[in-house]
Every structure is written in structure tokens, then in C-alpha cells.
């Protein structure tokens, strides 16, 4: 799915998940494969993820896997891409969450629940303790190499390709997301057993170059630089 130029006063003008501790009721939301851009709100122009009520009896629970956040705008510049305030437990998990104005991810220091990053492409955060651990294997801080700024696919260069975590997607997870096979366009979700951060998997073809080869004294030198396909068959005739 694609959230776009969507607006809220409060929060969440992309996505607002919301319970009330005092209703007796739990919650879990699992976001996966979608992009949230050019959203705004008070607080989390993307996604905001926050609790009201006066007990901590309740868990809301919001697992992001593969998602891709960039251009949100919140007033407070607090976590324009992800706002975090809950009493349950956040993940993401092989995200992109850059380019948003302010802060990108923001986790509320009062609130009691967890927010957890893994794998993920982060650019600015604040009050998110463990981050940049080398154990949760996220990229903190580089350019994720967007081929535009309104077109989120990765160029080849991008540091996002093949740094994803495929074990996300097994069976028997919670949540499970093993029936999850494509990317947000319909392309394979995994390729080789590798898994790109974000909502798009690349499908670029790898470049080719050949030159300084002559066939009968006719330059056949080629180059796929414009993504031209080439079926190339070389064999030895002796």
C-alpha cells in the first residue's frame, strides 16, 4: 500500500495506532511492505503509535517489517517518520525511515514500552537507546540512494540492497508473515535468499561491459548501460 500526502492535526497523518489502557483490550498491528511519504501531523507525520489511559494493563503492539518512510513532516519535528508512545512493544524490522523532516524515528522517554530496530536504514533518531549497535545491524545516518525523491526505488549503489534480514519472513514468527511472498510492486520478496530494507526489492539488471572484442575484424565491443538485455553466447570453435 502507499500513504501519501495524507494529514492529520494530532498524529499519524500516514497511520494512527491508538488503545485505550483502560478499555481491557489489547492490540497488534502488522504493517509490511508499504510506503508512507509527504503525510504531516502534530506528532508522527508517517505512523504514530500511542496509548492513553491511566494503567499499564494493555499491550499495543506495532511490528514494521519492510516499509519505507521518507518526506513526512510533524509540527513538533519529533518523529516525523515514526512517533513511539505505548506501553506494548514497536519493531521494525528491514525499514527505511529517511528523508523525514526533524527527526526521523522518535521514541517517547516516558512512555514504558519498547521500541526495537533491527535491520533497518535509519537517518536521524532521539531517546532510541541501542540503535547503532552493531548487533542490530542497522545503517544509521547514510543516504539510502533513492532514485528520486518521489520515486523510492534503490539504485544499484544503495547500501539498503541485500542488508534486510530473510528471517523475518519464516513460518512460525510473530507475527507471521511467511504467506508474504512479493514486495509492494509484486516482485519477489526474497531473491537468492537475500531481502532488501524497504518496501521495494531490486530488479535491476546487473551492468555489462565487453569491450576490445573484434569478430572478423568488427568492433563487437557492448554495454548495457542502458538497461538494454542482451543474451550474449560465446563458444570456442577451434
Known amino acids: ?11 499519524g497523518g500516514g497511520i494512527y495506532s491508538t488503545i485505550n489502557n483502560n478499555s481491557g483490550n489489547n492490540g497488534n498491528i502488522n504493517l509490511t511492505n508499504n510506503l508512507l511519504y509527504d503525510n504531516s501531523s502534530g506528532k508522527g507525520g508517517g505512523i504514530c ?6 494503567t499499564i494493563q494493555n499491550k499495543n503492539n506495532l511490528n514494521l517489517t519492510n516499509n519505507t518512510l521518507s518526506g513526512n513532516v510533524s509540527n513538533s519535528n519529533e518523529g516525523s517518520g515514526v512517533y513511539v508512545n505505548t506501553t506494548g512493544i514497536t519493531n521494525l524490522n528491514n525499514c527505511i525511515v529517511y528523508g523525514n ?7 517517547d522517554n516516558a512512555s514504558p514500552g519498547l521500541l526495537n530496530i533491527q535491520f533497518s536504514l535509519v537517518g536521524t533518531f532521539e531517546n532510541t537507546s ?16 533513492f532514485i528520486s525523491d518521489d520515486n523510492f526505488h534503490l539504485i544499484p549503489e544503495s547500501p539498503c540492497i541485500n542488508s534486510g534480514n530473510p528471517v523475518f519472513f519464516n513460518a512460525g514468527n510473530n507475527p507471521d508473515l511467511s504467506g508474504i511472498n512479493t514486495d509492494i510492486e509484486g516482485n ?9 530494507m524497504g518496501a521495494y526489492q531490486n530488479t ?10 573484434t569478430v572478423d575484424g568488427i568492433d563487437a565491443s557492448l554495454n ?8 550474449i553466447t560465446i563458444a570456442y570453435t577451434g
Open 49 to 54: 503509535a500511542i496509548v492513553y489511559g491511566d
Open 204 to 213: 535491476f539488471i546487473p551492468y555489462i561491459s565487453l569491450t576490445g572484442i
Open 130 to 145: 541501542g540503535i547503532d549497535d552493531s548487533q542490530n545491524h542497522n545503517i544509521v545516518g547514510e543516504d539510502p540512494l
Open 1 to 11: 500500500n502507499v500513504f501519501y500526502e495524507n494529514s492529520a492535526v494530532t498524529g
Open 224 to 231: 548495457n548501460e542502458n538497461d538494454t538485455l542482451y543474451e
Open 101 to 107: 523532516a526533524g527527526t526521523d524515528v522518535f521514541h
Open 188 to 196: 519477489a520478496r526474497i531473491a537468492n535468499s537475500k531481502i532488501d
